[in-house]
Structure formats: structure tokens, C-alpha cells
């Protein structure tokens, strides 16, 4: 049903719980509305994973209406989370859908984005699946910004505007995000991850300065796949120039499988309509099972700070949290047991302050990610460490030896220290 703005937010009653979608297709209009009518409600619980614009509903003026939950915390929340006016659920992506499927969180109301309905009638949820079909198999009332702008893309983000209670025609582009600029010390990093990538292999990858000087240096290799949570326009250079076929995969093959995109306009209109994309399910895309299936997974990953053990902190500075779990360990656990795979932790030495990011231990309240026992391959820019297999000592001294050299003396001084107090061991 098609309806103006304001009549299709008048259907948000108190006590409601809500949900956002995620990231560029954070629907903005649709939030502008739900904010023209915050003096009238009360009570309002939002569930969304990470969004980009604005998010008014957790500014402190609203903080007794709106009560926020996130699954990963992003730009526009971290203040909120870390002022106690928004919270944050601890979850592996894989694992969010089953909230909704198994019915212990019930949305009462779906704000989504979606395109244009095609001839049939088919809308697409675009640039962001991830967790929205498993919101919008059981979810009392969709009401859906429909928007010319946003690119039709094909998996599970086909959509039928019949399920859709209301319809709001809106103009505007989507949201965008232009990809952040290397510098010596990230393409330093990005070398030294580029190579320990094969040809043939199975890449997920986030967006940022590592992952898009990663893929800038891999316009020489062949038969790369492409199975991430997320992507962005670094991908696309490399699609045209043959690197990436797909062909290898066992799961989708030929197929760029993902749940959702931050990108330029320009990645926006390479995957409107574009066959090769597959937007699936979060569930789907993070399983373990299904990430393990592919040849050769490369899994690159980031990390706040990591112990002289192993221990990978992603989430929190100490116990302010930053950012979340979100798929680190689906991906580190399903490349580890793919045939050939690397999971990968790549990171600078030290902070843009001088402050290392090997550390003898966390901050205190700090969140282990990824154990020890599941770390693999840390990258610097000054080397690599292998530490699977490693006893404790080893593992020290390979994380030395590729920490930022102000550090490394420090470091080794605390290491003895932790020795002789048997707490780690080094002799």
C-alpha cells in the first residue's frame, strides 16, 4: 500500500519494538519520520545492526523513549553505547537470524530500503540483507522507503512489494562512503598480507585501509573467490581484470556472495542488476559449515590490541566498547578449516599515538575475540607471525619480533617478568 511519510509512521504504536536496516540502507526518511513523531510515543525498543547517516533516536534528549540495542556498534552509536544510552548485544553475525527465527526478539515494526518493484512486482533490499529476511519472516508490519536509486541486487534480497504493509516513495541517494586512501605504512601491511594469498583462494575481507590496499595488491593474481560478510568498491577493479572468477569456490561458484555493501556510486551501479552478485543471508554467508566448503579461505581481519599469548581483543578499548564481534570468528573458525585456508589478523604495530598494539596484556574489561587457540596468522608491518601450534614462549617471541621497535625492548622485559612469575612460559 502506498502512503505519505507521515501516515505510514502513525501505525508505530508505544511499546513497539523496531527494527532499522543495516548499514548504506539505513532507510533516512523513514528514521526522519519516526523522529517527527518522538513526542508522542513512548516505550520504543530498536534492534539494527550498524547503520551510516544519522541516527536521532539515540541522542540524549530521547533516551526515555527510545531504547537502542545494536548488534555491531558503528559511528553514529559508539557515543550513546559508551554514555549507557544505547546498548549492545554480544553475537556472532551467523548467529543473529536465530533470534528472530526462533522468536526470542519479535519486531513489531521493519523500517527497510528497498528498490523500485520490477515488473513482477519484486522489490530487492539492495545494498544490505544480512539479518532482514530472518526480521521479515515473522515481523508484524513492513514498512518499506522505496527508492529509484537504490540498485537491485538478486539472492536473498528479493523481495515481493505484496509483503511490504506500506510504502513510502522516497528520492534520494544512498548512502555512501568513498574508500579510505593507503598510506607507506598500511600498503606495508597490505604487502605483507598479499603474500600469503594464493591464486585460487577464497577472500573475505571488511572495508578500510587494510583490505583495500590488500586487494590493490592483488591485480596480479588469478582465480581468486569471493565469500565475505561485506565488501566495497575494491573488488570491482579486480572483477574486470580477471583476478577474481570464482571459479574454484565450491560454494556459489563463479558468484560474488556477500550480505552487504559500503561503497561510492560507482559500486552501487556495478552491482544493480548484475548477475555474478549474490546478497544472501548473514545466516548463510558467516556459517562456519559453508565458509569451510570453499577452497583455500583467506580470512582477513582486524584487532584492537593482541596478548604475548594470542589473545585477539576487536571489540572494546578495555571495557569501553568500540565497535563488536561481529564475524571475526565465524570467518577465522571457517578459514582454519578450509582446505588451505589462512584466517588473518592484520593491524599496525602501533596506534596513530605510538602506542603498541602488542601488549604483554589487555586492558582490563578488555573483550577476547578470537582465543588464543584459534589464531593463526598476526600481520604487521613489520612481518608476520605464525603462532598456531606455537607454545606460549614461541608465540612471544614471534609477536616481539613483529611489534613496532620502541616496543619490542619493553615487551621483552615484561615477558621475562611473566616468566619468572610463572605466568607465562618462556624458558
Not at 167 to 172: P, Q
Not at 269 to 297: K, S, T
Not at 394 to 404: P, V
Request: proline share 4%.
Amino acid at each position: 500500500m502506498h502512503m505519505e511519510l507521515g501516515k505510514a509512521m502513525q501505525r508505530i504504536k508505544s511499546g513497539s519494538n523496531l527494527f532499522i536496516q543495516t548499514g548504506a540502507a539505513a532507510p533516512q526518511q523513514l528514521i526522519k519520520g519516526l523522529m517527527e513523531r518522538a513526542n508522542e510515543l513512548r516505550d520504543i525498543t530498536i534492534y539494527q545492526m550498524h547503520t551510516e547517516g544519522k541516527a536521532p533516536y539515540a541522542d540524549p534528549q530521547w533516551k526515555d523513549i527510545f531504547k537502542v540495542n545494536c548488534f555491531f556498534i558503528g559511528k553514529n552509536l559508539r557515543k550513546a553505547v559508551q554514555e549507557g544510552r544505547a546498548d549492545y548485544i554480544p553475537l556472532f553475525l551467523s548467529e543473529i537470524p536465530s533470534l528472530f527465527r526462533k522468536k526470542i526478539i519479535q519486531i513489531d515494526f521493519a523500517l527497510i530500503h528497498v528498490s523500485i518493484p520490477d515488473e513482477h512486482g519484486y522489490c530487492s533490499l539492495g545494498v544490505s540483507v544480512d539479518i532482514a529476511p530472518s526480521v521479515l519472516e515473522n515481523c508484524g508490519c513492513i514498512i518499506a522507503q522505496v527508492n529509484p536509486h537504490m540498485p537491485r541486487t538478486y539472492g536473498d534480497a528479493v523481495i515481493h512489494s505484496s509483503r511490504l504493509n506500506f510504502m513510502v516513495e522516497v528520492n534520494d541517494e544512498i548512502l555512501a562512503s568513498e574508500p579510505a586512501e593507503s598510506d607507506v605504512l598500511t600498503t606495508k601491511i597490505a604487502e605483507n598480507v598479499a603474500s600469503l594469498i594464493d591464486d585460487g583462494s577464497t577472500l573475505q575481507m571488511g572495508i578500510g585501509k587494510i583490505p583495500n590496499a590488500v586487494l590493490k595488491s592483488l591485480s596480479g593474481h588469478r582465480k581468486l573467490g569471493i565469500h565475505t560478510e561485506m565488501f566495497s568498491d575494491g573488488i570491482i577493479d579486480l572483477i574486470q581484470n580477471g583476478a577474481i572468477t570464482g571459479e574454484l569456490k565450491k560454494k556459489r561458484r563463479y558468484k560474488i556472495v556477500s550480505s552487504f555493501m559500503v561503497g561510492t556510486e560507482k559500486l552501487y551501479r556495478f552491482v544493480h542488476e548484475n548477475p555474478i552478485i549474490e546478497m544472501l543471508d548473514i545466516g548463510y554467508v558467516n556459517e562456519v559449515h559453508v565458509i569451510r566448503q570453499n577452497p583455500q579461505v583467506v580470512a582477513i581481519n582486524c584487532a584492537i590490541e593482541i596478548d604475548l599469548t594470542g589473545q585477539i581483543c576487536a571489540d572494546s578499548i578495555g571495557s569501553k566498547m568500540y565497535s563488536g564481534v561481529g564475524g571475526q570468528m565465524d570467518f577465522m573458525r571457517g578459514a582454519s578449516l578450509s582446505e588451505g585456508g589462512k584466517p588473518i589478523i592484520a593491524m599496525p604495530s602501533a596506534t596513530s599515538k605510538g602506542i603498541s598494539k602488542i601488549v604483554s596484556f589487555l586492558k582490563p574489561g578488555a573483550g577476547v575475540v578470537t582465543t588464543r587457540a584459534n589464531v593463526h596468522y598476526i600481520v604487521t608491518e613489520y612481518g608476520i607471525a605464525y603462532l598456531y601450534g606455537k607454545n606460549l614462549k614461541d608465540r612471544a617471541k614471534a609477536l616481539i619480533a613483529i611489534a613496532h621497535p620502541d616496543h619490542r625492548e619493553k615487551l621483552s622485559e615484561e615477558a621475562f617478568i611473566l616468566e619468572k612469575s610463572n605466568h607465562l612460559v618462556l624458558g
